[in-house]
């Protein structure tokens, strides 16, 4: 009997490329080292996500948020979670972004998906902090329907 070796779904190449295509990111890849080491580049609406890959398993990511001009480290198993996150949530807002949640006026420091929604990390006027789902929080300016 020949023992095959344990793929781990959060760091292999292949499993991350047929995620990332089946929820509509676009997925180019770049050799950048000479030592085989590869770079995946997710893109989809303002993300983009890094992983950075040897011998087929990934070893290194990074995201660069909606709002940010620079990518910042990203743990290997967080990348499926933003892979596979609600599209439209996450493409709702950006870091920087001036909202309401309620009556609550603050700016958006942070976009962060749960299991099955997107929470933001906002950063309220009053010197607060609160984490509401994005379907709860408008942009300012916006009239709610």
Known sequence: MRIRPSVSPATNRTVITAKAQLRGWAVKTDQVGNDGTIELTLARDDWTIYVA?????AFAAAIKRPGHSHPAVLPLSSVSRYLQSHR???AAFRCGQRVVVGDKPGVVEDIVPDETTVRLVVRYDDGSAGEPYTTHVRAEGKRTK
Not at 53 to 57: W, Y
């Open 88 to 90: 439209e949530q996450m």
């Open 53 to 57: 890959i040897q011998v087929e398993k």
